[in-house]
């Protein structure tokens, strides 16, 4: 049995909920949602949290649910975008577990958040340019944390859970 947790991390938009999901299934793990997770505990939404308390705020929160969850064991967790990048958070992921960074190209992030009817309050606001040029820099500075990851999937929309799994298994 699996004891330490499995982390998704990855950029918004590249499948970590989906995959995170089926991945636990197929393995028999809990599955965590480290946004569902904070909304939960803060009792807002992560949009409400953005509009009251800044980026700032969900920051703090991000850390201190992500401490708490990495005491969770034989978990699935799927971060937030932002999540490995702030904090340390990216040593909690490693120390409590194997991470696996999502990794879809800049290109299909974009054509998959302009198609996205989430709301995700870093990119509402902003035209498809000014999205395009949003992901390529903050992609290139939040790779510098994902590429921390021990298991690096390139993903396309045809990424199974089975597609990880064989990585995983190759890794331990
Ligand atoms: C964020 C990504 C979001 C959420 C928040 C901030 C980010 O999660 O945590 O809006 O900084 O990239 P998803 O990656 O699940 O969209």
Same mark, same amino acid.
């Given at each position: 049995m699996v004891r330490e947790n499995i982390y998704l991390v990855g950029f918004m938009g590249c499948g970590k909920s989906t995959l995170g999901r089926a991945v =636990?299934?197929? #393995?028999n793990m809990e599955f965590i949602d480290l946004d569902k997770y904070i909304e939960q505990r803060s009792f807002k939404t992560v949009a409400q949290i953005f509009k009251e308390e800044g980026e700032e705020g969900f920051r703090k929160r991000e850390s201190i649910y992500l401490n708490e969850v990495s005491q969770f064991e034989h978990s699935v967790i799927a971060t937030g975008g932002g999540a490995p990048c702030f904090n340390n958070n990216m040593d909690t992921i490693l120390e409590h577990g194997t991470s696996i960074y999502i990794r879809v190209s800049s290109?299909? #992030?974009? =054509?998959? #958040?302009?198609?996205?009817s989430s709301v995700r309050p870093l990119i509402q606001n902003k035209s498809k340019e000014e999205l395009i040029s949003f992901i390529d820099d903050s992609l290139r500075e939040r790779e510098l944390f994902y590429n921390r990851s021990s298991i690096v999937v390139e993903a396309t929309d045809r990424t199974t859970a089975k597609d990880i799994i064989k990585q995983l298994s190759k890794e331990s």
């Open positions: =636990a299934k197929e #393995l290109t299909d #992030l974009s =054509a998959r #958040l302009i198609n996205s």
